[in-house]
């Protein structure tokens, strides 16, 4: 690292650190099933790596060289590390997401998910199901996040919102998993027939449907979602366009203000029914 050079006081701790991230690197590229290769020059690695490789893969190889990058700065200017794992899933996520935003298509990443790409507005749902609308929010000067839900009927009224806050620095993904996470907890307590939760959190879902268990915070939360969704047998997720998800996002913001806070349809505060009234039209 050419960084040693210049930083004789700091020699040590940055070769320390490069040996870390050497062997963080390994392990990334040991998940998508590549071996390291030690040639400095970028494009002779990238072209030696991809060789045989299909173009789709090929593209993700980028992907997650970039994540890699940036993994490894958070780590040195921020000291924030995060799992080898974690890298290849988030690659994977922003790669899929702008294939969409490009109108391109890729083979469903999520199996038992349903993808809302063109869903730009809230709809209700069916008769016999309740909807459930979760967003996670970060609240970076008061070392806290936030999450609401809001369920409502067939009819669009709100059977129940929530907004609550928990204290914690952590990333967006985390308190959108964590409140999903909460709202099926939520769901178990109640006697409905169908659920559906939506979100506009992709990363979470993606970890949701992931085979993996990742052995990092938001691994964890992920799981105690997959078994509630085992236990409860009657939930269905899909991912929305953040205007579809307004009045979740209303509940989550406003956690900033109170630790909990629930919600019926005549206790709730009016910019929140705003927003419902706006979904109906």
């Not at 309740?130 to 970060?138: F, L, M, P, Q, R």
Request: hydrophobic share 45%; aromatic share 10%.
């Amino acid at each position: 690292m050419w960084l040693c050079l210049r930083h004789g006081k700091r020699e040590k701790k940055v070769l320390n650190l490069g040996k870390i991230y050497m062997r963080f690197t390994i392990m990334t590229w040991s998940l998508e099933y590549l071996k390291p290769v030690l040639i400095e020059d970028f494009k002779d690695w990238f072209m030696d790596v991809t060789r045989d490789l299909a173009a789709t893969h090929s593209t993700e190889v980028i992907m997650v060289a970039w994540q890699i990058w940036n993994a490894r700065n958070d780590v040195l200017w921020n000291g924030r590390g995060k799992s080898a794992a974690n890298v290849v899933l988030e690659a994977r996520s922003y790669l899929n997401q702008w294939l969409c935003a490009q109108k391109n298509r890729m083979e469903p990443i999520l199996g038992l998910i349903d993808q809302g790409w063109d869903i730009e507005h809230w709809k209700k749902p069916d008769t016999d199901t309740v909807k459930v609308n979760v967003d996670g929010a970060i609240f970076a000067t008061s070392n806290s996040f936030g999450f609401g839900f809001i369920t409502r009927g067939y009819d669009g009224r709100i059977i129940e919102a929530v907004s609550s806050r928990s204290v914690g620095n952590v990333s967006p993904e985390i308190a959108e998993a964590y409140g999903i996470k909460e709202a099926l907890s939520w769901i178990k307590g109640k006697d409905w027939h169908r659920v559906l939760i939506e979100t506009d959190c992709l990363v979470a879902l993606q970890g949701i449907d992931n085979n993996t268990q990742l052995p990092s915070a938001f691994g964890s939360i992920v799981w105690d979602c997959k078994q509630l969704i085992l236990e409860l047998g009657n939930i269905s997720l899909k991912f929305v366009k953040c205007s579809a998800n307004k009045a979740a996002h209303y509940l989550a913001r406003s956690a900033c203000y109170n630790p909990v806070r629930i919600f019926s349809h005549n206790s709730s505060p009016l910019e929140l029914l705003n927003i419902v009234m706006a979904d109906l039209i």
